[in-house]
């Protein structure tokens, strides 16, 4: 009796230690139509990974989910890459299993990136989708700002697929001078090497968002790296 | 881009004071955004873009240019979606290096991160108010309750 006794107040300490442990996300119908994007950017603000996420091509806006998403998670699962990446993973597959659409998480270099695996189509029905940003395109060497830079890349992927991508008022970018090409590269790898010239590697990060009703993109950064909270406490000597 | 914006460093007593030193801007608490709606192709500007960059101070005491509020395209958009009048709001926390670093006089603060991973101690001198807010007609870039209308930017 008392061993049984023992394993119940065992079983419950580990229970409480694993409650207390558990970060629970969630995400609000009226602050975001984009649900896995929301999810992602509270784990870049907590666990300061670097991630990105890219929207399916919705036919319409009332495709996109303003449904809540709910995900949880406990911090150690963020300490190895390989873990982050699962983990991600894990989060993208619940999203599926709760209905939402599928999304796949692959690893390049620093960042890991977050891209539709299908959308609907004008009938409501799941047909696949690849990565935009999975278009190979080249950009031949010069001088030109980074903001500059940036752009041209833009306009390849629109050479390439004819969808336009806009940059947004949250670009990092700069009027400094850069000689980077792009020699047939993923336009995803181009602008990771773009941002990774401009600050800590994986630093900056994005958020590809579509709007079907104005059948365009655009592209949103945010900054995960050390310089996002400045100390404040002043230094005895 | 927004509007660039140059910066005087005061006093500027003896001339060039702070000539070789670097301004370093960070996030400071946060924003708001009305132009915004959920469907937006456009996350909500509600901070500044580049935490921990570096500006250098020039021999006059001057640093910039630091371009502030919205690009043309962003413009576009919300005007094409009926979202304007509206605007966005954040704060820029700025510090300055120190000045014969490891002689750091007790009020320096810090450790820093600046944009590139270099750790640094310095000062934190002012928190600017800025912003941006478009209208269907004029485009504004705001710093620190100075406005800029319709200028050239992009």
Request: charged share 20%.
């Amino acid at each position: 009796m008392r061993i049984v006794r023992l394993c119940i107040v065992l079983g419950s300490l580990s229970l409480i230690g694993l409650a207390q442990n558990q970060t629970t996300l969630t995400t609000n119908p009226k602050d975001t139509a984009r649900p896995v994007s929301a999810l992602l950017d509270q784990l870049r603000k907590r666990e300061r990974i670097s991630v990105t996420y890219e929207d399916p091509r919705y036919s319409k806006r009332a495709d996109m989910d303003e449904k809540p998403a709910e995900f949880s998670y406990i911090a150690e699962e963020f300490h190895a890459p390989y873990d982050t990446e699962a983990t991600v993973a894990r989060m993208l597959r619940q999203y599926g299993a709760s209905g939402g659409l599928t999304f796949a998480v692959v690893q390049d270099g620093m960042r890991l990136h977050v891209v539709p695996s299908e959308t609907f189509d004008s009938t409501g029905q799941r047909v696949r989708q690849d990565s935009i940003l999975d278009t190979v395109i080249s950009v031949p060497s010069g001088r030109r700002t980074t903001s500059q830079l940036l752009q041209l890349i833009c306009d390849e992927v629109k050479k390439e697929t004819g969808y336009q991508i806009d940059v947004g008022p949250s670009d990092p970018t700069t009027t400094a001078s850069t000689n980077q090409a792009v020699d047939h590269q993923t336009a995803r790898a181009a602008i990771g090497r773009l941002l990774d010239s401009l600050a800590t590697p994986g630093a900056f990060v994005w958020d590809l968002y579509y709007d079907p009703a104005d059948r365009t993109y655009g592209l949103n950064f945010s900054y995960v790296g050390p310089a996002a909270a400045p100390a404040q406490k002043p230094v005895s000597h | 881009m927004g509007a660039p914006w140059h910066q005087t460093l005061a006093p500027n007593s003896p001339p060039g004071e702070f000539s070789g030193r670097v301004v370093n801007e960070y996030a400071s608490g946060t924003g708001t955004d009305s132009c915004w709606f959920t469907n937006s192709k456009y996350a909500p500007f509600t901070a500044i873009t580049k935490p921990g960059y570096g500006w250098d101070v020039n021999g006059k005491n001057l640093w910039g240019a630091d371009f502030i509020g919205w690009k043309l395209e962003t413009v576009q958009y919300y005007r094409a979606q009926n979202k304007v009048p509206c605007g966005a709001r954040f704060s820029q926390q700025m510090i300055i290096d120190a000045a014969y670093s490891p002689d750091n006089p007790s009020s320096y603060s810090g450790p820093y991160t600046d944009n590139h991973g270099v750790v640094f101690y310095g000062v934190a001198y002012e928190v600017n108010s800025l912003g941006g807010d478009i209208t269907a007609t004029t485009v504004t870039s705001i710093r620190n309750g100075q406005v800029a209308t319709n200028t050239t930017w992009k």
